[in-house]
C-alpha cells in the first residue's frame, strides 16, 4: 500500500522484519526490536492497516452473499395462479438515476478530498518529529481541513441517498412492494450503514485533533478510515451497477 | 518521538472493573468466554434431558415444568441445538483457549486489538442474553430448530415461539456474528503481525494453526449468516419475500410472493458447514498438542498436518449443498457436492493416521489430559466415518432427518469436540490458575463420560437405520417404532448418568482453583512457549521482555539431547532445520 503514496522526502526507519528459518537478528515480537513487547507507530499503522484488510473479507462476504441472492431471485419464477404457469415476477424497479449519478459524484469526490487528507497527515505525522525541535516550523499551519470535507461530503452521499428512497417511494416503490424492490433499499441501506460507520470515525478522527492527541495515533485513524472509504466508493459502484445494469 | 501513551496499553489496570470485568488482558477473557461456555454448556444439556425424557416418557408431568407438549419439544430442540452450536463450540475452543493461549504461545504480549477482544466478549455475552431472553418471553422459545428454515421461521404465525421469540432468536445471532467477526479478526491479525522473533510460521504449535485457520473459516461465514438474518427479519417484520412463497396459513393468504425456502438454506448452510469445522479445528490442534506431548514424540508429520488443517478449511466452503441433498435439488449438484464431500475425507484421515502414527512406540503417559487427547480421536473416527455414508445422496433418502444424522453430528460436536475442550481444560488449568486439577476425580470423570457418551450416540446409528425420525416429539403411538423404545429408553439412562458424571467435572474444577495442589511452571514438560512463563502468566505475558523461539514446538525425545523434550526457547538444545 505504501507504493501508492507519493514518496515522502524524510526518512522512516526501517523496521526489522520477523520470521524465518534462523532467529532475525532483529524486529519480530510487535516490538521494533527493543524487546519490550509494545509496537512503534510505525508498526502500529502497519497492523492497523492488515486489520482493515482483514476486517473487509466479511465485509465483502456480506455484500457477495446479497448480491448472489439478488442474481437467483431475479431468475426464480413464481407460480401464478391465475395462468396456473410459473412466470417470471421480476419487476424493475424505477430507479432515480439522476439523483443516484448525484451521489455518486459526491461519494468519489469524497474519495478524492479522504485521499488527500491522507497524505495531509501523512505529511504532518513524517514532519512531527522536525516540528518538535524549539524554534523550527514549516509554515503549513493549519492546512486545509480535508477530514471534515469529507465528513461533510460523506454526510451529503447519506442525505441523497434518503432523498432517494423518498423518490422511490413516490414511485411506489418501499421495501416490500416487489422482489426487487426489496433488494434496492436492502443494498443501499446495507451500504449507507457501512458509510455512517465511516463517517462517525472520521468524525472522531477530526474530533481527536483537536484535544491534540499525537499526530501519529490520528495519522493511523485517518489512514485507515481512508483505505476503507475508498473500499466503500468500490461498493457502492458495484451496487449502482448492479442495480441499473441487472435491473 | 512522539509514541502514544495510549500504546502501553499493557500497564496492568487495577480496580476491579477494570481487572476483571472489562479487561483488555486477553487471559481474563479468554476465562470469561470459559466461563460463558460453561453456563450455556450447562442450559444446553439441561435442555437436553428434558428432550431425552419427553422422547420416553412422552405424557410425564415434571415438576416446575409441567407437560411437555410436542410444541415445547420443538422449542426445546431449537434452543439446545442454538445454545450448543453458538455459546459453546464456537465460544470456548476458540474464544476460550484460544484466546488465553495463542498470544503466549507465540511469543506475543497480547492480542493485535485487546480494546476489540474486550467487545468481542462483551458482544458475546449480549449475544447469550437475548437467545436465553427468548425463553421469557410471550410465546416462549422459537421451535423452527437451530437451522430456522424458512417458511416456518419466515412467518410470524406458524407456530408458538415465533413472534417476539424466533426475532430474538435472529437477533441473538446477528449479535454473535459480530462479535465472532470481531474475534475472527483479532486472531488473525494476531497470529501474523506478532509473532515473537524466531517463531515462522511452521514452528506455530498445531493449536495456534488451527486457531489461525478457524479464525479464517469464521472470518468468512458469519457475515453471509449476518445477511441471511437481516433478511430473515425483513420477510418477518416489513414484508418482503426472500423466502417465502406464496403461502396460506390456517386459511389465511398471508401477503409474501416469489420468495425460495432454498435461498435460505443454500445462505445458512454456507454458513453451517464452516461453522461446524470451526467447532472441531480447535480440538484437533489440542489433540495434537497433547498427543504429542504425553507421547513424548514429535507430531508426526508436522506439516502435513497443517496442510491437512488448511485443506479442510478451504473444502469446507465447498461442501455446504450435503446438508441439502432432500431440498430437491438437481442431482448433479448433489453429485459435486457429494465429491467434495468425500474429498474432505482425505484431509480428516491425513489428521487421523498421523495421530495415531505419533503414539505408534511412544511411551505414553497417561494422564487426564492424554485420555481425553486419545478419547478424542477415538470420537473423531467413530462420528466421522458415519459423514461418508450420509454424504452419499442416495442414502441420504432413507438417512436424512433421521437418529443417524443425528448420532453422527453429536458424536463429532457433541462428543468428540468437548472431549477437546476437556483435554485443553486439564492441561492448560495449571497454568491458569497455578494447581493441578484432581488426577483421580478427572480419570473418573473420563471413564464415566467416554462410556456414557458411546452409549447414548451410537444406538442412534441403528436408530436411524431403523426408520426413527429426528425431531419428532413422540414415537410411543408409532406401530412401526414401538420395538425402538427399549433402545431410546437406554439411551435415555445413559444421558441422565452422563449429565450426572459432568458434575464431578465440574466440582473438579472448581475445587481444585482453591485447593489443588500447587502446580510448577511446567508441570507435563511441555515444549512450548507457555510453559516457559510463570504461573499463572504475569500481565504482559513474559515478565517485560519477549521470547525468542529456536525450535519447533515438538522437539520430544530428540537423540543426544540431555532431556526428553527441548524447550522452543532453549538456545542449547539440538537445533533443528
Known amino acids: ?44 499503522l502497519r497492523r492497523a492497516r492488515l486489520g482493515l484488510a482483514i476486517a473487509l473479507a466479511p465485509i465483502f462476504m456480506f455484500f457477495v452473499s446479497l448480491v448472489s441472492a439478488y442474481v437467483v431471485r431475479q431468475g426464480l419464477p413464481t407460480f401464478d395462479e391465475q395462468t396456473n404457469t410459473y412466470v417470471r415476477d421480476w419487476i424493475p424497479v424505477q430507479l432515480p438515476v439522476a439523483l443516484l449519478l448525484v451521489n455518486t459524484a459526491l461519494l468519489a469526490a469524497s474519495s478524492i478530498t479522504a485521499e488527500l487528507a491522507r497524505r495531509q497527515i501523512t505529511r504532518q505525522a513524517a514532519l512531527a518529529p522536525v516540528q518538535a525541535i524549539p524554534g523550527v516550523t514549516l509554515g503549513e499551519g493549519r492546512g486545509f481541513p480535508w477530514i471534515y470535507v469529507t465528513v461533510l461530503l460523506g454526510a451529503g452521499f447519506l442525505t441523497g441517498q434518503w432523498f432517494a428512497w423518498q423518490e422511490l417511494a413516490n414511485r411506489g416503490f418501499y421495501v ?72 | 518521538m512522539a509514541t502514544s ?27 470469561q468466554y470459559i466461563f460463558l461456555a460453561l453456563t450455556a454448556v450447562f442450559v444446553g444439556m439441561f435442555l437436553s434431558l428434558l428432550m431425552r425424557i419427553h422422547m420416553i416418557w412422552p405424557t410425564a408431568v415434571l415438576p416446575l ?60 455475552f449480549v449475544a447469550f442474553v437475548v437467545m ?84 479464517i473459516l469464521g472470518l468468512l461465514a458469519f457475515g453471509v449468516l449476518l445477511s441471511a438474518g437481516i433478511l430473515l427479519l425483513l420477510d418477518r417484520n416489513v414484508g418482503t419475500s426472500f423466502y417465502v412463497p406464496l403461502v396460506v396459513v390456517n386459511g389465511q393468504v398471508m401477503g409474501h410472493k416469489g420468495g425460495s425456502p432454498l435461498l435460505w438454506q443454500h445462505l445458512f448452510w454456507f454458513f453451517g458447514h464452516p461453522e461446524v469445522y470451526i467447532a472441531i479445528l480447535p480440538g484437533m490442534g489440542v489433540a495434537s498438542q497433547l498427543l504429542s506431548t504425553f507421547a513424548r514424540k514429535p507430531i508426526f508429520g508436522y506439516k502435513a498436518m497443517v496442510y491437512a488443517i488448511m485443506t479442510i478449511g478451504i473444502l469446507g466452503f465447498v461442501v455446504w449443498g450435503h ?92 462428543v468428540a ?89 465440574v ?13 510448577s511452571d511446567n508441570p507435563w514438560e511441555a515444549t512450548t512457549l507457555e510453559w516457559t512463563t510463570a504461573t499463572p502468566p504475569p500481565h504482559d505475558n513474559f515478565g517485560g521482555h519477549t521470547p525468542v523461539v529456536y525450535h519447533g514446538p515438538y522437539e520430544y525425545s530428540v537423540p543426544g539431547a540431555a532431556k526428553d523434550y527441548i524447550m522452543q526457547t532453549d538456545p542449547a538444545g539440538v537445533p533443528s532445520h
Not at chain 2, 362 to 385: C, D, E, N
Not at chain 2, 422 to 438: D, E, L, S
Request: charged letters at 10%; one cysteine or more.
Open chain 1, 1 to 44: 500500500m505504501a507504493s501508492l503514496s507519493p514518496t515522502i522526502p524524510v526518512r522512516v526507519p526501517e523496521t526489522g522484519r520477523g520470521g524465518g528459518s534462523a532467529p532475525p537478528q532483529f524486529g519480530g515480537g510487535g516490538d521494533g526490536g527493543r524487546n519490550d513487547g509494545y509496537p512503534d507507530y510505525g508498526q502500529r
Open chain 1, 176 to 247: 416490500a412492494t416487489n422482489a426487487s424492490s426489496s433488494f434496492v433499499y436492502l443494498l443501499t441501506a446495507a451500504h449507507g450503514v457501512h458509510l455512517a460507520g465511516g463517517v462517525l470515525v472520521l468524525i472522531y478522527a477530526a474530533a481527536i485533533s483537536l484535544f491534540h492527541k499525537p499526530v501519529e495515533a490520528r495519522r493511523i485513524v485517518v489512514d485507515v478510515t481512508a483505505w476503507y472509504w475508498h473500499f466503500m466508493f468500490l461498493l457502492w459502484i458495484g451496487i449502482f451497477g448492479l442495480l441499473w445494469f441487472m435491473r
Open chain 2, 5 to 31: 501513551p495510549a500504546v502501553h496499553a499493557h500497564a496492568a489496570p487495577q480496580g476491579f472493573i477494570r481487572k476483571y470485568v472489562f479487561s483488555l488482558d486477553h487471559k481474563v477473557i479468554g476465562i
Open chain 2, 65 to 124: 415444568i409441567g407437560e411437555i407438549k410436542p410444541e415445547t419439544y420443538l422449542q426445546l430442540l431449537t434452543m439446545h441445538g442454538t445454545i450448543m452450536v453458538f455459546f459453546v463450540l464456537t465460544t470456548a475452543p476458540q474464544g476460550g483457549f484460544g484466546n488465553y493461549f495463542l498470544p503466549i504461545q507465540i511469543g506475543a504480549p497480547d492480542m493485535a486489538f485487546p480494546v476489540l477482544n474486550m467487545l468481542s466478549f462483551w458482544t458475546t
Open chain 2, 132 to 215: 436465553l431472553c427468548a425463553f421469557f418471553v410471550t410465546g416462549g422459545a422459537p421451535l423452527h430448530g437451530w437451522t430456522g428454515y424458512a417458511p416456518l421461521s419466515a412467518l410470524t404465525n406458524s407456530g408458538p415461539g415465533e413472534q417476539l421469540g424466533a426475532d430474538l432468536w435472529i437477533t441473538s445471532i446477528a449479535i454473535f456474528c459480530v462479535a465472532s467477526l470481531m474475534g475472527a479478526l483479532n486472531f488473525i491479525t494476531t497470529v501474523l503481525d506478532l509473532r515473537a522473533k524466531g517463531m515462522t510460521m511452521m514452528r506455530m504449535p498445531l493449536t495456534v494453526w488451527s486457531w489461525f485457520i478457524t479464525a
Open chain 2, 323 to 414: 446438508h441439502m441433498f432432500m431440498s430437491g435439488m438437481s442431482p448433479y449438484s448433489a453429485f459435486a457436492f457429494s465429491i467434495m464431500t468425500m474429498c474432505i475425507g482425505v484431509p480428516s484421515a491425513i489428521k487421523t493416521f498421523n495421530w495415531l502414527g505419533t503414539l505408534y512406540k511412544s511411551k505414553i503417559r497417561f494422564q487426564t489430559p492424554m485420555l481425553y487427547a486419545i478419547g478424542f480421536v477415538s470420537l473423531f473416527v467413530s462420528g466421522g466415518l458415519s459423514g461418508p455414508f450420509l454424504a452419499q445422496p442416495v442414502l441420504d433418502i432413507p438417512l436424512h432427518d433421521t437418529a443417524f444424522v443425528v448420532g453422527h453430528f453429536h458424536l463429532i460436536m457433541g
Open chain 2, 417 to 505: 469436540a468437548i472431549f477437546g475442550m476437556f483435554a485443553g481444560m486439564y492441561y492448560w488449568f495449571p497454568k491458569m490458575f497455578g494447581r493441578m486439577m484432581n488426577e483421580t476425580w478427572g480419570r473418573v470423570h473420563f471413564v464415566l463420560t467416554l462410556i456414557g457418551t458411546y452409549s447414548i450416540f451410537m444406538p442412534m446409528h441403528y436408530l436411524g437405520m431403523a426408520g426413527q425420525p429426528r425431531r419428532y416429539s413422540q414415537f410411543t403411538e408409532v406401530a412401526y417404532l414401538a420395538h425402538l423404545m427399549p433402545l431410546n429408553r437406554f439411551i435415555t439412562y445413559a444421558a441422565i448418568l452422563t449429565i450426572g458424571a459432568q458434575f464431578i467435572f
Open chain 2, 507 to 519: 466440582i473438579n474444577l472448581f475445587w481444585s482453583m482453591f485447593k489443588g495442589p500447587k502446580a
